[in-house]
């Protein structure tokens, strides 16, 4: 069936979020003033040396307040990759096959959207200009929006500025990642397969901020703190060595408390496992279930820590179907990571040693635990030998 789309007004401002590998998101508010029009070929210089340019476009509105389906809502707008999916397609793949797979409440809400036309192309020129000031991050430059796809998301504004109750919140997102192993790592992996790629990633300089393993995620509760440790740390701009400090802690544990209930977390990793048994050898890296794993290996949770005693907010997003063009890449990337024994070798950077893999850490805890035994006397023997004396005695 296909999805319904409902039409984004004229008018509203629409203004550059935040942007990642395959989507942009703005942030939508009534508009006041400048109407907007098709872009030119040429562009004015209207931004300061001083302040980054806002991608924002003013359409016609005297109202001040957002129509209903928009209020507390972000605008996401697909890039032009061969790797993306129509929003189209993409939207239809998220309601038939991974919408029924969590509560309603579990989901941030992402709902269809038809762009008014020479939205697309508008946005791309605020963007160039954003590249000629130097303010778009340097891995993001070159690549804009597809200017020939009709639709966005309207998805939910998971932001503190989204928070609907009184006072401030806290928000925090990360991905969960491989939350099971890969069915493609040998029998005797000593890392999880995101802790692998970290290592491989971080030999070759690419140092990782904030790194966690995703096994502490669906872990016991002291696994989930030592997970939660780290990504708050990284959000707070905090060294691995720097200890957490009153409200931090306090929102540390609530984190915690939500992530251990385990009513999230652990249904992500069982659906991991159930739609991909065989792994990226397996010759089903283009089929339907293959292609659903990839994506609850790639979505993103997003946790709202209200003020007081109010309940947290924790959604799944980023929930796009994964594109089968990508099923070349993900199979050269697990077969370096099996054939440069990344999943089985201890080799570790500076950089990594902070962060150790649930599996290395238990196995070391097991060695550990194992000598000390091993250093212990052996009671038995100490009772049987008074036993031998006395029989030679006799």
Request: aromatic share 6%; charged share 25%; hydrophobic share 35%.
């Given at each position: 069936m296909t999805p319904t789309a409902i039409l984004l007004p004229p008018d509203i401002t629409i203004t550059f979020f935040a942007e990642g590998a395959?989507?942009?998101?703005?942030?939508?508010?009534?508009?006041?003033?400048?109407?907007?029009?098709?872009?030119?070929?040429?562009?004015?210089?209207?931004?300061?040396?001083?302040?980054?340019?806002?991608?924002?476009?003013?359409?016609?509105?005297?109202?001040?307040?957002?129509?209903?389906?928009?209020?507390?809502?972000?605008?996401?707008?697909?890039?032009k990759q061969s790797t993306t999916t129509p929003l189209l397609e993409a939207q239809t793949a998220f309601e038939e096959v991974i919408k029924p797979l969590f509560k309603p409440e579990?989901?941030?809400?992402?709902?269809?959207?038809?762009?008014?036309?020479?939205?697309?192309?508008?946005?791309?020129?605020?963007?160039?200009a954003m590249e000629e000031k130097g303010t778009r991050k340097e891995e993001r430059r070159g690549v804009f929006l597809d200017e020939e796809e009709g639709y966005g998301l309207l998805v939910s504004d998971m932001s503190p500025q989204g928070y609907e109750g009184e006072g401030e919140c806290v928000?925090?997102?990360?991905?969960?990642?491989?939350?099971?192993m890969s069915p493609s790592a040998?029998?005797?992996?000593?890392?999880?397969?995101?802790?692998?790629?970290r290592?491989?990633?971080?030999?070759?300089?690419?140092?990782?901020?904030?790194?966690?393993?995703?096994?502490?995620?669906?872990?016991?509760?002291?696994?989930?703190?030592?997970?939660?440790?780290?990504?708050?740390?990284?959000?707070?701009?905090?060294?691995?060595?720097?200890?957490?400090?009153?409200?931090e802690c306090w929102i540390h544990d609530r984190i915690v408390d939500v992530i251990s209930g385990g009513n999230l977390l652990g249904p992500l990793r069982n659906l991991q496992i159930d739609f991909?048994?065989?792994?990226?050898?397996?010759g089903k890296v283009e089929e339907r279930d293959f292609l659903t794993a990839m994506t609850l290996r790639d979505c993103t949770l997003y946790i709202r820590v209200p003020p007081g005693d109010e309940p947290l907010e924790a959604r799944l997003g980023d929930l796009d179907l994964k594109s089968p063009a990508k099923a070349s890449s993900w199979i050269a990337q697990e077969r370096q990571l099996v054939d440069e024994c990344w999943y089985t070798g201890d080799k570790m950077s500076d950089a990594q040693k902070g962060v150790l893999c649930a599996l290395q850490r238990d196995a070391r805890e097991q060695s550990r635990r194992s000598e000390l035994q091993k250093k212990k006397p052996n009671p038995r023997k100490r009772r049987a030998s008074p036993s031998i004396g006395n029989t030679s005695a006799r």
């Open positions: 395959a989507n942009i998101v703005y942030r939508l508010s009534p508009a006041t003033s400048t109407p907007f029009t098709p872009p030119i070929d040429s562009e004015t210089d209207i931004y300061s040396n001083s302040t980054p340019p806002p991608s924002e476009i003013e359409l016609p509105l005297q109202a001040t307040t957002l129509p209903p389906p928009f209020k507390h809502k972000l605008l996401r707008l697909r890039k579990q989901l941030v809400e992402q709902v269809l959207v038809t762009l008014p036309e020479g939205l697309s192309r508008k946005l791309n020129a605020e963007l160039r928000c925090v997102e990360f991905k969960p990642k491989w939350l099971a040998p029998e005797e992996a000593k890392r999880c397969r995101t802790c692998a790629l290592a491989m990633r971080e030999a070759n300089g690419k140092i990782t901020k904030g790194g966690f393993c995703p096994y502490d995620l669906v872990g016991s509760r002291a696994d989930v703190s030592i997970a939660t440790d780290s990504i708050l740390k990284a959000k707070w701009g905090k060294k691995p060595g720097e200890s957490l400090r009153g409200g991909d048994r065989e792994g990226m050898f397996g």
